[in-house]
């Protein structure tokens, strides 16, 4: 994110996007004065709010229709450029009328030469030579001015987001020409109803206890990560049983605990085949993710092939065509395409007409998530397993309904069904297409020999 100061008053320009107008060009790209920012957009033509009487008047170069509603209302409204009006001056007009035509086709050329900003709902111009600067900020810095309000000269634009009880310490101060750079660390306060465990002048790091007590798993998940809140787990579980005199492996435990760290709740499934909120296995998550990254990666060797193919089909975008049949592909028509959200195009490659894909899919995010043992057991993809935990007579029934198949993969279903388990030194792997078929020819080659 960025905070950019536009002067307005020298070359700057700030332009608002009408409804409809979409930009064409990227954030950052170099544009000369005349060129196009946005695609072909019309302004839509008004209508009557209410019924009423049409009054037409001309103020300089607008041409406005006034309307007087018979509720005593009046209504103004400006003729879109080039636009006909389909009523005449005195005229009646029922609620809904159609007061004019919509405008001619429309665009935003830019005024002078410069890098082009993208914002919500505006596209600005940076001048060469500005004085106008871009800030960039981070989740410790608020903004304290809302976008297309005026600054003046030695106005405040950000403030510290600093959480309850927390001071900023100055470390060092470093001037190069016009440019400083502080380098800061933060000191927070915090209350320990416990005994602290912890002396003055340590060095701590994330996540670490300061006080005796428990810490709540979910919460150390959320603030120190993954790891951490694994080797606390394992701390405590060992604690709890050797105070018992009971003395149990690391690795019992790690099983567990990976089977309850073990998931990922979608926050964004993106392109997927996930839902919104859904919890999978990290495994099945990063499989997911792997796939779309390496269909990303075949999308971009294709966008390089069809790069001066010609186009079978016009490629159209919110009402507007970027280009026409048989016109060729570009790297800018390209680099165009992809900035307004083309998804696909229809061309010919090697003789043949294919639709290929331009547009990368977008890859799912999710957090990692902390489940208890219980309801991490019923979401292994193992239905054995999940029903031999508890819930029994619930799992087996809903494996039964949806036709589930359990391949035996994991420990737990291969020792309930009396499968050799897939472990150990003598366990060969799982066996390639190469190998596999070498042995079904070395089975053949003995069923036809003498």
Not at 2 to 19: G, W
Not at 238 to 253: A, E, L, M, T, W
Not at 374 to 379: G, I, K, M, V
Request: negative net charge; aromatic residues 4%; charged residues 30%.
């Amino acid at each position: 994110k960025y905070l950019a100061l536009l002067d307005t008053n020298a070359l700057d320009r700030v332009y608002p996007l009408p409804e409809g107008a979409e930009p064409c060009v990227k954030p950052g790209q170099k544009v000369k004065e005349g060129d196009r920012l946005t695609g072909e957009y019309h302004i839509e033509a008004p209508l009557a709010p209410v019924a009423g009487r049409v009054e037409l008047r001309q103020e300089g170069k607008k041409r406005l229709v006034i309307l007087h509603g018979e509720d005593g209302s009046q209504h103004q409204f400006e003729a879109p450029y080039g636009a006909t009006i389909l009523v005449a001056d005195g005229e009646e007009v029922e609620a809904g009328r159609k007061l004019t035509t919509r405008s001619r086709p429309l665009s935003i050329e830019a005024e002078t030469e410069g890098r082009v900003l993208v914002s919500p709902g505006s596209l600005a111009v940076l001048a060469e030579g500005s004085r106008g600067l871009i800030l960039p900020f981070t989740p410790s810095l608020i903004p304290m001015v809302e976008h297309g309000a005026p600054v003046r000269e030695g106005q405040e634009l950000f403030r510290l987001n600093l959480p309850q009880g927390e001071t900023i310490l100055v470390e060092k101060v470093e001037v190069e020409g016009e440019l400083a750079t502080v380098r800061i660390r933060y000191r927070a306060r915090v209350e320990c109803p416990e005994a602290a465990i912890v002396w003055e002048g340590d060095k701590v790091e994330r996540g670490q206890a300061l006080s005796k007590g428990v810490i709540p798993p979910h919460y150390l998940m959320e603030t120190a990560g993954v790891i951490k809140t694994r080797e606390y787990l394992l701390t405590e579980l060992q604690r709890v049983y050797k105070s018992q005199g009971v003395d149990i492996n690391d690795k019992h435990f790690e099983v567990v605990i990976r089977q309850i760290l073990n998931n990922v709740r979608v926050e964004d499934p993106g392109e997927s085949d996930f839902m919104l909120n859904d919890i999978v296995p990290l495994e099945v998550f990063q499989r997911e993710v792997q796939r779309l990254s390496q269909e990303n990666e075949r999308i971009r060797r294709r966008r390089e092939e069809i790069v001066g193919a010609k186009l079978l089909a016009p490629v159209t975008k919110g009402g507007m065509t970027l280009a026409e049949a048989g016109e060729e592909i570009t790297p800018r028509l390209l680099e165009h395409m992809l900035a307004l959200g083309v998804r696909q195009v229809r061309v010919e490659l090697h003789g043949e007409p294919r639709t290929v894909r331009i547009m990368e899919y977008r890859l799912p995010q999710g957090e990692r998530e902390l489940l208890r043992i219980s309801r991490a057991a019923l979401l292994r993809k193992s239905w054995l397993a999940a029903a031999s935990f508890e819930r029994t007579t619930k799992v087996l029934a809903e494996a039964a309904l949806r036709g589930e198949e359990d391949h035996l993969q994991g420990l737990k279903p291969c020792l309930m069904v009396g499968k050799k388990v897939p472990v150990g030194t003598g366990f060969p792997g799982p066996a390639t297409e190469e190998e596999t078929s070498q042995e079904t020819e070395g089975v053949e080659a003995a069923s036809s020999g003498p």
